[in-house]
Each structure stands twice: as C-alpha cells, then as structure tokens.
C-alpha cells in the first residue's frame, strides 16, 4: 500500500514568488494534517482537515498561506508571497478518522526561498 | 508555550546498551502519546504509542513508559542498534478535545560502534 505522497520534494524560489505543494494521503485516511517544520524543530502543526473541511487551521498564517482539499482526498498548500522566513519543511501526514491513532507521514517538501 | 518537552537535543549510546529518550509534557488533557523517529530528507516514521490509561507498551525492543503523575514518559530502546541513530520526536494529542497532534523539539541519538 502507498504512503502519504508529497510533491514537489524540493523548491527553491525567490522571495515574492508564489509557490505550491501536494499531497495524496493514504487511501481511506480522512484526516489529513499539514505541518511546517524549521530547522532543530519538532512539526508545527498548519492545519487539519476531517475529508474536505478544514477543522483547524488557528496556526496558518492566513495573509500569505492557503490550503485546500477538494472532494476530501488530495491537498494543496499554497503561499503567496513567499517570505525567506518561510524556508522549512512542509509535511503532509494523514489518519483515520478514529481518535487516539498515529498519523503517517510524507516524505515533506523541502523549501528554500531565497 | 511548549506543550511538549524533550529537554535533550541529543543523546550519544554504545550500541547494544539501552537508549532511553525523555519526554516532559505540560497539558493534563494529553490522553495519547507516539515516538516517531526521522532519518534526514525523510518524514518523521510512527514507532510506538500509549494511551493515557497504560503506563507501559512495549514493541521487541521498544518500550514506551508513561507516568502521568509526573506527566513524563520515556523511550526505551535496548538493544540499541547503529540504524536507530536518528532524531526521535515525542508527541501527544488529546482526542476528546481537538484531537491535533503536538510534537517535541526532538532528540537526536547517536548509537556509537
């Protein structure tokens, strides 16, 4: 069975650029889980969502970041502009719907802006 | 406000003695705790959980212990192996509230030969 698949697994770009990542959850994985992960640090959660509807998202910053999952199944994030404090690793992971149970993770997109 | 602790950046074992990863939390609503373990230019891999009404899980050579009392749960890995170096993230969710999982800074392990 294929993991949680995220694309691109790098990009550079310059600052004020916009730039754009995906993800395909594992099949059957209602929720799906965006985090920012900065050098020396643990993920940071973005955002949630439980199939289309996004149940958490206090921690994006909504003036340059957006997110969407259409029909509850792939995931886009999305920064427009980028700023050079955006570099990090963005992480996709996904889960059942059920609580108390571990999330997968992809492989990330590694992101510099320079 | 960390809500997740783990207050060693890193951690250095022979191999074949036990490696043993701290975690400190500060929210008594946690009731879900997990050890993922990251290799560089990977995502972070699930190891091993425990839910709040245990106080130990053990998987071959990983056990997981929980005190809640002292809101502290550890990583126990023996033997230690040299593919177990990498950074080791604890975190922890709380399913009755919103259910979002919360990590740790981290704790890098060197299995030293």
């Known amino acids: 069975e294929a993991g949680v698949v995220q694309s691109p697994r790098y990009k550079i770009i310059e600052k004020k650029q916009p730039v754009a990542f995906w993800c395909n959850p594992i099949s059957g994985h209602n929720t799906l889980y965006w985090y920012r992960q900065n050098l020396g640090q643990g993920p940071e959660l973005l955002i949630r969502?439980?199939?289309?509807?996004?149940?958490?998202d206090s921690q994006l910053p909504k003036d340059r970041f957006s997110a969407e999952r259409l029909k509850g199944v792939d995931s886009t994030l999305k920064i427009q502009p980028a700023e050079l404090g955006d570099s990090a690793v963005y992480l996709c992971a996904s889960s059942l719907p059920t609580g108390n149970t571990e999330a997968f993770f992809g492989q990330g997109t590694r992101l510099t802006v320079v | 406000d960390q809500q997740v602790k783990q207050n060693s950046p890193s951690l250095s074992v022979q191999e074949g003695r036990i490696s043993i990863l701290n975690c400190d939390y500060t929210?008594?609503?946690?009731?879900?705790f997990l050890w993922y373990k990251k290799y560089p230019a990977e995502g972070p891999t699930f190891l091993i959980s425990i839910s709040s009404i245990k106080d130990k899980n053990e998987d071959g050579r990983f056990t997981v212990f929980l005190n809640k009392s002292a809101k502290h749960l550890s990583l126990h890995i023996v033997p230690s192996q040299p593919g177990d170096s990498a950074v080791y993230f604890c975190a922890a969710s709380a399913w009755n509230r919103d259910d979002k999982i919360i990590f740790g800074k981290g704790t890098r392990l060197h299995i030293l030969p």
């Open positions: 969502y439980e199939n289309e509807e996004a149940v958490d």
């Open positions: 929210n008594s609503m946690f009731d879900y």
